[in-house]
């Protein structure tokens, strides 16, 4: 880890598939300089893994529980811990 990077593992729960969701998010992580991955679960749900620097990830975590996020989030599970430095971009996993 290096100083100041942070992982956020979250489940988003809501009106997240079908409505461009994934693609928005990889396009905002982009802007943020994360990497990661976020998926659709078979739920309905959507799993996402960024990782960052901490003011980013925070950036990140607020836009997704802000109105700008696509479709409708109705709430978002989440676990901050140490960055594994393991991603090289951001990916949208099928």
Known sequence: ????TLRLTARITGVVQGVGFRYWTARKADELLLTGTVRNDH???VQLVAEGEVGNVSRFKDWLHSSRAPG???N?????SEA?????DFRIID
Request: hydrophobic share 30%.
């Open 1 to 4: 880890m290096t100083d100041g």
């Open 43 to 45: 739920d309905g749900s």
């Open 72 to 74: 409708r989030v109705e």
């Open 76 to 80: 978002v599970d989440f676990e901050l």
């Open 84 to 88: 594994t430095e393991e991603f090289h």
